[in-house]
C-alpha cells in the first residue's frame, strides 16, 4: 500500500531554534498534503493545506510566517516550524492524499514529537 | 458547535464485548465519513470508511451512518485488550476538500 514517510520522529531543540519537518510520499504523487498539529489528549487540528506548486492555505489562527510550508515537488513537502517556542511543543502529523485510482483516501505520517524546551 | 462531536470517554468494556463509538456532525453536505484508531504517541490508522446511509461491515468493525440523523456509529464486536485506543471520527464535507476530526473517543478494553 501507500506509504508517507515523515521525519524525524522527534526533536527536542531550543528555543528560538527552527526546526524542520519533512513528508514524503513514497509510491505515489500527493498534489495534496495536509499537516496536523496534536496536543495531548487532544484531537488533530488541522493547520495547513499545502498544495503541490502553490502557496499553503493556513487555517484560521495559524500564522503562516511562524510555520512555513513548502511542497516543491510532488512527493515532497515540508513544515519549518521557525523560532520554536515550548508552546510550539506538540505532536505535528502529515498527511498525503493518494490519486484518484486509489480512492484518494489519505495517508498519514508516522508524526513529529517536537519538544521545545 | 464543533462541526464533528463525539464523547470523550473514556469508554470502558469488558473483553468479548461490543463497544458501540457515536460521532454526530454539524454540516449536512458532509459525503464522506471515517473511523481512525489512534494509539498513544502515534498517528491515526484508518479502520473504516462509509459514504452511503446504513451498515459497512468490515471484520470486527460495522460502521453506521444515518444522514438524515448527521450521525455515524462504530460498532467493535468481540473487543480485545488491543483494542484499546482512541478512536477518531472524521467527516469530508466534498471531494478533495478537508478532513476535519472530532475529539477522539478513549476505549478501554479490559482483560
Known amino acids: 500500500g501507500a506509504v508517507v514517510s515523515q521525519h524525524p520522529s522527534r526533536v527536542i531543540c531550543k528555543s528560538g531554534t527552527s526546526v524542520k519537518i519533512e513528508c514524503r510520499s513514497l509510491?505515489?504523487?500527493?498534489?495534496?498534503m495536509f499537516w496536523y498539529r496534536q496536543f495531548p489528549k487532544q484531537s488533530l487540528m488541522l493547520m495547513a493545506t499545502?498544495?503541490?506548486?502553490?502557496?499553503?492555505?493556513?487555517e484560521q489562527g495559524v500564522e503562516k510566517d511562524k510555520f512555513l510550508i513548502n511542497h516543491a515537488s510532488l512527493t515532497l513537502s515540508t513544515l519549518t516550524v521557525t523560532s520554536a517556542h515550548p508552546e510550539d511543543s506538540s505532536f505535528y502529523i502529515c498527511?498525503?492524499?493518494?490519486?484518484?485510482?486509489?480512492?484518494?483516501?489519505?495517508?498519514f505520517g508516522s508524526g513529529t514529537q517536537l519538544s521545545v524546551l | 458547535q464543533k462541526e464533528v462531536e463525539q464523547n470523550s470517554g473514556p469508554l470502558s468494556v469488558p473483553e468479548g464485548a461490543i463497544a458501540s463509538l457515536n460521532c454526530t456532525y454539524s454540516?449536512?453536505?458532509?459525503?464522506?465519513f471515517f473511523w481512525y484508531r489512534q494509539y498513544s504517541g502515534k498517528s491515526p490508522e484508518l479502520i473504516m470508511s462509509i459514504y452511503s446511509n446504513g451498515d459497512k461491515e468490515d471484520g470486527r468493525f460495522t460502521a453506521q451512518l444515518n444522514k438524515a440523523s448527521q450521525y455515524v456509529s462504530l460498532l467493535i464486536r468481540d473487543s480485545q485488550p488491543s483494542d484499546s485506543a482512541t478512536y477518531l471520527c472524521?467527516?469530508?464535507?466534498?471531494?478533495?476538500?478537508?478532513?476535519?476530526f472530532g475529539g477522539g473517543t478513549r476505549v478501554l478494553v479490559k482483560p
Open positions: 509510491d505515489f504523487q500527493a498534489t495534496t
Open positions: 499545502s498544495n503541490e506548486g502553490s502557496k499553503a492555505t493556513y
Open positions: 454540516d449536512r453536505v458532509s459525503q464522506s
Open positions: 498527511s498525503a492524499r493518494g490519486s484518484p485510482d486509489r480512492g484518494e483516501k489519505l495517508f
Open positions: 472524521a467527516v469530508i464535507k466534498a471531494a478533495g476538500n478537508k478532513l476535519t
